[in-house]
């Protein structure tokens, strides 16, 4: 019987560390994605897409695993119902990341000249974000005292993107392209920046997590 | 069958402890959802008859010495006024301590019966109750802080950290119901031993039940049964009414109380602090809720008092003052009730008489003979009426009138070849000290002391050492030895003799 628990146990912990790499490894996919796109590299754009997709469906696979193992075995009564909600906005990570990725993939827009870098840096920025989430939500698991050391960096890195994303909006609205085309790419622009959105909801619940637990 | 039916009472108040007290070790684990009641309730029981039979006897003895309940009819209405309270008391939703219970039960035989409160025992029974939290507390504190250390220490994760606390619940929870079953099982069954109606059982492989051990036994399977029919709904409920726990601060809280009870009732552990000349705490039975209690307010206290519902601690201060008057009260109208209107004897007819021995063996006791020579030569029927016309014509003190009462106790021990075939064994006595008892054999005496002070006479072997820590040990061995020599002797049998 305890050799069964123990094997069950670590057999979890396994899958939480490979959710957590998935969500990690999204997130630099999505960051390459984007580069590539902006780049016009549309062969590797969409190997990434493909990967992406992938990393989503795992994901999902082991979250809801995980999840029916925590319920069917009454794992961690006090702090499941914090697990599972973190899980689920952490997976949302990666379908946002998934969905823009999606949508450059299938309505192609015309990205005005000038502005490569900022695309870019904006995608670099939403990874990042995402990348010092899952660093805290992976440290919420083993070490809850170190999350904090992590938490300043997705604000500073969802900070960052919301700036970025205003100042290429306004370089996008200051051109003289049609307006149809502005508003295209600001919607873009929204959709890269929800990845940020998306990790820092997910540091949002970890403050609070981190709390119950170490109190 | 007459004894079955008066261990009823006993066995009814087993149930209840187990239907309540059962919460105290698991229900902060079952109410968390960290293990599921079926597991609690066995291992609980399993463990609870465990304690009983193992490790009871220390516990039990002291409230023998508290009251030395002489009849059966007596042994029941203590504790069935005991197990009504406690009902009652649950029924009107405050915590209850068995201990209380029983204690108050006892005083209230012992002022119905008109036999004198052992104070010494009463004393050390009450500080207990003041200590047992307090004690409960600093161990929960002490816990929680290292625990909290070794978790950032060990950093697991929060899975392993799940398991492993689960896993420590049921072998806390384990411990914790060992101890409750040793330490608690004095509650139960302890006012019975005295006059404890079974014979030693020879069991398979060497193993032997002493009558103690079989009412123990039956105890523990009371417990087990209170357990098994009514603690759910309590182990559901415990933990969150005083203070919200973590399933952590669960395992501390179970943890600090099972110590706590097992330092009250472990004579192997009194035995090993006195064999290296340290202090070691009274073998007296304490109550599990208050041990609970007390370490979830240390809890609540360390983590800045802010949490507690101090009402509800109010409300549990209150039924700890209240429990032991209302047992007292419900005994006392019980055993008047049961002698008056059933006509069954609640204990035996005593007589008490200041004989010029009994003076004399009052002056080499070292006390004040002054103002005795008055009260010389009167019968006394109760240590009341005696400790009365001491009171009035000495200047004798509580303590002194005590000893006095005891010296002048009339018995008539007889010292029996066919007795001492019978329960004079080598496994309980020494060669020298069966030696000593054979040499007096046809002979008869009217006090106890007249017989052990002859047994001093002929052997060392069965003189008390001067009193001391390192001593006590040995003295604690011989008194159980005289003890068990007296119940063997006496003309009368049934109830335990009063040793001075």
Known sequence: MPILLFKRTRALVVQIDEFLDTVGQAALLFERGVADYVAGRHDHFETHYRAIDDAEHRADELRRNIEKQLYRHSLIPEARGDVLGLLETTDDVVNQAKHTLGMFLVERPELLPGMNDDWTALGATAARTAEAMVLATRAFFRDPYTVNDHLHKVYFYEKEGDRQAMALKRRIFDTDAELARKTHLRYFVLNVDRISDASEEVADRLAIYTIKRTV | ?500
């Open chain 2, 1 to 500: 069958m007459l004894v079955l039916f008066f261990l009823s009472s006993g066995l009814f108040l087993g149930w209840s402890l187990g239907a309540n007290d059962a919460a105290n070790v698991f229900g902060t684990a079952v109410g968390s959802r960290m293990v599921r009641f079926t597991t609690a309730a066995l291992i609980c029981s399993v463990f609870v008859v465990l304690g009983s039979v193992v490790g009871g006897a220390g516990a039990a003895g002291t409230l023998g010495q508290l009251g030395a309940i002489d009849a059966m009819g007596g042994a029941f209405m203590v504790a069935f006024a005991a197990a009504l309270t406690i009902t009652a008391m649950t029924k009107l939703g405050l915590p209850v301590s068995t201990s209380q219970a029983v204690v108050g039960a006892i005083i209230g035989w012992n002022f119905f019966s008109g036999v004198l409160t052992d104070t010494a025992s009463l004393t050390m029974i009450v500080v207990t109750w003041v200590i047992c939290p307090i004690l409960s507390g600093a161990f929960a504190v002490l816990f929680y802080v290292l625990s909290r250390r070794l978790v950032r220490r060990l950093r697991p994760h929060l899975l392993w950290d799940d398991m492993v606390t689960r896993w420590a619940l049921i072998a806390v929870g384990a411990f914790g119901s060992y101890s409750l079953g040793a330490n608690n099982i004095g509650n139960v069954m302890g006012v019975f031993v005295p006059v404890a109606p079974f014979p030693g059982l020879d069991l398979p492989f060497g193993l032997a039940l002493s009558g103690a051990q079989q009412l123990f036994l039956l105890g523990g399977l009371a417990i087990a049964l209170g357990v098994f029919t009514y603690s759910r709904h309590v182990m559901g409920t415990v933990g969150g009414n005083l203070f919200k726990l973590t399933p952590q601060m669960a395992l501390v809280v179970v943890l600090a109380h099972s110590v706590v009870l097992f330092l009250f009732a472990s004579q192997r552990l009194e035995h090993a602090l006195l064999s290296v000349g340290l202090p070691a705490l009274p073998l007296v039975p304490v109550s599990s809720s208050q041990a609970v209690i007390g370490a979830v307010v240390g809890l609540g206290l360390l983590k800045g008092g802010h949490g507690i519902r101090y009402r509800v601690l109010v409300d549990i201060a209150a039924g700890w003052v209240t429990t032991p008057i209302i047992a007292c009260l419900l005994a006392f109208v019980g055993l008047f009730v049961l002698q008056n209107v059933f006509a069954v004897p609640v204990n035996r007819p005593h007589a008490y008489e200041l004989s010029p021995q009994v003076i004399e063996r009052v002056d080499r006791l070292g006390l004040p003979v002054a103002g005795l020579e008055t009260v010389k030569g009167g019968h006394y029927t109760t240590q009341f009426s005696l400790n009365r016309a001491l009171r009035d014509a000495t200047g004798l003190d509580a303590k002194q009138r005590e000893r006095v009462v005891r010296a002048a106790e009339v018995d008539r021990y007889l010292v029996d070849p066919a007795r001492i075939a019978q329960d004079v064994k080598p496994g309980w006595f020494e060669p020298e000290q069966i030696a000593a008892i054979k040499s007096l054999v046809g002979r008869e005496y009217r006090h106890s002391w007249q017989l052990l002070e002859e047994l001093e006479s002929r052997t060392p072997a069965w003189r008390l050492l001067p009193e001391s820590p390192r001593n006590r040990l040995d003295n604690d061995r011989l008194k159980k030895q005289r003890r068990l020599l007296l119940i063997a002797l006496r003309a009368e049998p049934g109830g335990a003799p009063t040793v001075e």
